[in-house]
């Protein structure tokens, strides 16, 4: 696979040409980074170099590994190689973006292979490992009784690196990252090394977003600067209109109580998440690349499982987002009818929460509405222990893969189709 000309680094947001980056020895004995403490493997520009183009280190150890130039934090081999589409997620605290995250990867390492003959798996194992043990917690639980609850998004630990800047300390904000490309029998499976892109997906605690947070030594939130799309979580069960409004449909619903985590709601008014975002992606666009347009936004409404009865669906059931074309050979997403389930959303949004749409409207006047449930039931508590949390057996997410398969279809050409007619017989790529 051909090399990029021009690479730029997904922790500090570096651009560099591929020559210049840096290699991480080997030998256990070259141990001391200027920028990353002496626990970590020297970087260094090679000079040396072995038949099969691996690098020698200094004690002449070959070397496989790539680090940044600039932060020297390791890069996998896919930045070099693929396109990056840059995705943040966002919201306030306890909106279940965790819960979302995984769901919605979970859905897609099977959904594309299988019906969009598109490969989807992680770039890096060690970036996507929080990731992977939420995945697995909530559908590989070796106890499908069990009650789980995953951890909220923190503003610190492990989806962080620090790095030293003249001595100081600086956070950067891990991404998780994910290639994706036409498998054989897609339509353009010959073009897979061209179409071919690398997915980044940032997850930024809802704390991040309070004013004052993102610092020079706390830069977490300026993926912001190079997103091709923000998916804005919102949890509507936090607000009392929207609660009251679910009541008065369902006098009797439990579930409207239980979507309520004890001790994770949150003191932030959500549409103030988004307005922090949006002037940060000003800010930081300003300084990177002024003619770059402020991405797409996309609401992801979660906990769809509770407020369903104000939308026409019974029983929260949507219609399918996507569908296979057997004329085709391939699935292609339903773009007028995830549309128009987004029109609904807005106007049931509108009427009970406008300063919330407005805030959305202000950003990105073309803004998609998704009702998503990433565990399709309530959450339930142990009478014995008060734990409280989802059992793995009950989990059906619901439209989780709609926001990205939507992305993709109308942004990403060539890799996800959308039905061109309504008898579904035809997709376009």
Known sequence: MAIRSQVTCPHCWFAFAPYDA??????????????????????????????TGAALDARGQACHRLACPACHLELPRAVFELAPLVLSTLGAPACGKSYFLAAMTWTL????????ALSFGDADNLLNAQLQQYESAQFLHHDSD?????????????????????????????????RLAPLAHHPHGRQAHTLGRLLCLYDNAGESFLPGADTTANPVTRHLATSDALFFLVDPMQDARFRRAVLARQPQSAAVQQALAPGRTSPLRQETVLHEAAERARRYRRRA??????????????????????????????????????????????????????????????????E?????????????????????????VDPKTGRRGFRPKNVRP?????????????????????????SNSEVRA
């Not at 980074?33 to 038949?51: E, I, K, M, S």
């Open 22 to 51: 840096l290699w991480i020895s080997e030998h256990g004995d070259l141990l001391g980074d200027v920028r990353l403490g002496p626990d970590h493997a020297q970087r260094f520009l090679p000079d040396r170099f072995t038949p």
């Open 289 to 354: 690349d002024q003619k770059r347009p402020l991405p797409m936004t996309i609401v992801v409404v979660t906990k769809f499982d509770t407020w369903w009865p104000l939308l026409p669906y019974p029983e929260g059931r949507l219609p399918p987002a996507w569908t296979y074309s057997a004329a085709a050979g391939i699935a292609g997403v339903r773009l007028r009818e995830v549309e128009r389930v987004s029109a609904e959303v807005q106007g049931v949004l509108r009427d009970l929460c406008p």
């Open 398 to 422: 619901l439209w989780t893969e709609t926001p990205l398969l939507y992305f993709f279809a109308r942004w990403a050409r060539g890799l996800v189709g959308h039905v061109a007619k309504p």
């Open 109 to 116: 390492r099977g959904l594309l292979p299988k019906q969009f």
């Open 356 to 380: 919330l749409v407005g805030a959305v409207e202000t950003l990105c006047p073309e803004a998609l509405y998704i009702p998503t449930s990433a565990t399709g039931c309530a959450a339930e």
């Open 146 to 178: 069990e009650l789980v609850e995953l951890p909220k998004t923190e503003t610190h630990g492990d989806l962080y690196s620090t790095v030293l800047w003249d001595g100081q300390p600086v956070q950067y904000l891990r991404p998780f990252m994910f």
